[in-house]
């Protein structure tokens, strides 16, 4: 009976999977590629190639049309993506990923809505150099992107540094083990020779195999009572179970996802959904078999409908579960109870049950840079220096000064005050709450803008809450300049998808906890429309909302949209 349940789509693969299977395991041509004298880019084949190697070739789509007017090919440039496992990063790591972007680079770094972190601006000629000197602070790029499992995300939990430890070390486990086996990046970008004669075995993929996953696959954990990784929109989300201080084990949920395509009602965000409690010795185990089901059975011919969220939609969630467990030879624990409160950071100085303090500092766009008088590159550059603990980047694009010692504390203070560093408490709690992907020049997907746009457009929705007395509500806000959801649009309580130029869809009525998917509010609307519900929203929450009762809550409550209740509903 499960030989006729479980099958892959029929249909005949997409390209990419022709180009996975002629790959050599993740070569292809990218070593003639990057030393191809007449162009700065490099051949499709190789752009999807490099993904799996933590990089993306994009072009500054502001200099496009004059270059095309000027018969010059695009000003191409390529994204490096710094895998950090739960987001933590040394000082010196840090400021070596300062200098780079700085040398190599567009002279800023993103944090990532994943917890790594982002260079743009590198040119083919200088990326090999630049992904040599990563690898020589001790960090890499390998499987940031590609059709394998990423970046693995945790929560930075500040003021729970024992178990954010061990949390941590499990996020790290799984992020190094769940690499790719092959060779391929060490002997392209770090000149490690290839041992002639070895057999094939060496290059094999005993999970992935020779075609990979049919697309990219996410893992996160979580520890109530913060969900500030989101981790009901990962393919695999761990809910991490405290008991008496102590790290029992986690709720595992699956088929959880962001993206989806516009006018496509086949696809759609989903949440990740509870099946069973293990204790944390069998979590890799469990990834690993999850990852090969998907493996086997997700789609290969229809890449936007590819993710795992519909392998498990297709197949019905039982069925995957039992699936894994014939597969683990043993069964899930019922799930243990939890609760989130939120999906939020805790900003400004926080002191940990160790003894040493963290600051988390509000990062506009999740963009280090050196903006006018406000230098927060500098001033971050200056305090890695002497800081003695570590740097975490959490799930909202903000950033962690982390396990600054009693006697150090008010040294980095007073950097800090010096470089005018914030933990945005003088901002909106509205701000406090955004998040927005790149979007606009570099990324080749964007329709709409979402970094550069949503800070001024938070302007003016601010002047709205204020007039209201919302100044300190906090109600998640998330833009994006395409539907891939790389800011998690479909969790935002007020979500913004790109549709084109200067316009967006406006989506209502997620969980302030990450526990819901939004609604379909508004259309293909511009700036003054926004603005104009946003006018009537804002002010009707002011009044009619009940005590403490979230943006999102209140919307379905009053009639506005309807609850989505799984993502296979979201387009009703």
């Given amino acids: 009976m499960l030989d006729t349940i479980l099958k892959a789509p029929e249909g005949t693969p ?31 084949d190789d752009n999807r190639l490099m993904k799996f190697h933590g990089s993306y070739l994009q072009d500054d789509r502001d200099l496009r049309n004059e270059r095309e007017k000027q018969k010059l090919e695009p000003a191409y440039q390529f994204m490096i993506r710094v895998r950090r496992p739960g987001g933590v990063a040394t000082p010196d790591q840090w400021l070596v990923l300062d ?91 770090l000149d490690e020779e290839k041992v002639s004669g070895t057999p094939d075995v060496e290059d094999m993929e005993p999970m992935y195999g020779p075609f990979y996953l049919p697309r990219k696959f996410k893992i996160g954990i979580a520890v109530p009572p913060s969900n500030d990784i989101d981790v009901f929109s990962q393919d695999i989300g761990l809910i991490a179970i405290v008991e008496n201080e102590m790290l029992v084990g986690f709720n595992v949920a699956i088929g959880g996802g962001m993206g989806m395509t516009h006018g496509d009602k086949k696809t759609y965000p989903q949440l990740a959904k509870v099946i069973g409690f293990c204790t944390p010795d ?4 469990v990834a690993e078999k999850i990852i090969t089901i998907q493996r086997d059975y997700g789609n290969r011919s229809n890449r936007s409908n590819a993710r795992f969220k519909y392998t498990v939609d297709r197949l019905g969630l039982e069925t995957v579960k039992n699936e894994l467990e014939n597969r683990l030879g043993w069964r899930f624990d019922e799930a243990k109870p939890f609760h989130f409160d939120d999906n939020g950071d805790l900003y400004g100085w926080v002191e940990g049950v160790d003894g040493n303090w963290h600051f988390t500092l509000f990062v506009e766009g999740g963009r280090i840079a050196d903006l006018g008088e406000y230098k927060l590159m500098t001033g971050l550059r200056e305090i890695a220096k002497i800081h003695t603990g570590d740097f975490r980047l959490t799930g909202n694009q903000n950033l962690v000064i982390a396990n600054v010692s009693s006697a150090q504390k008010k040294q980095v203070s007073e950097l800090i005050e010096q470089y005018h560093l914030t933990d945005g408490k003088h901002y909106s709690a509205l701000r406090r709450s955004s998040l927005a992907c790149v979007a606009f020049p570099t990324c080749g997907l964007a329709m709409a803008e979402a970094e550069r746009y949503l800070p001024v457009l938070l302007d003016k929705i601010e002047s709205i809450v204020e007039e209201n007395g919302l100044g300190n509500e906090e109600i998640t806000i998330r833009m994006t300049g395409c539907p891939n959801g790389c800011a998690r649009h479909a969790l935002g309580e007020i979500g913004f998808i790109g549709k084109s130029p200067g316009k967006y869809n406006m989506y209502l009525g997620a969980a302030f906890d990450g526990s819901r998917l939004s609604k379909l509010y508004r259309e293909n609307i511009g700036e003054e429309q926004i603005l104009n519900e946003l006018r009537v929203l804002l002010p009707r929450y002011a009044k009619e909302r009940e005590d403490g009762e979230h943006f999102g809550d209140f919307v379905i409550r009053a009639g506005i949209v309807k609850a989505t209740t799984d993502g296979t509903n979201f387009h009703d």
């Fill in 14 to 44: 997409s390209d990419v999977e022709r180009i996975k299977k002629d790959s050599n395991y993740l070569r292809g041509t990218i070593s003639e590629s990057m030393v191809e004298p007449l162009s700065a880019g490099i051949s499709d």
């Fill in 99 to 189: 200098e780079l972007a700085r040398k190599y680079g567009n002279g800023t770094l993103k944090l990532s809505t994943r917890q790594a972190f982002q260079m743009h601006g590198v040119l083919k000629w200088n990326m090999k150099k630049t992904l040599q000197e990563i690898n020589a602070a001790l960090m890499d790029t390998i499987a940031a992107c590609g059709d394998v499992n990423r970046n693995v995300m945790c929560n930075p939990n500040p003021y729970q540094s024992e178990i954010h430890s061990e949390v941590y070390e499990w996020a790290k486990l799984l992020s190094d083990r769940l690499l790719p086996r092959t060779r391929a990046y060490h002997e392209i970008w």
């Fill in 282 to 285: 069998k979590i890799y185990d």
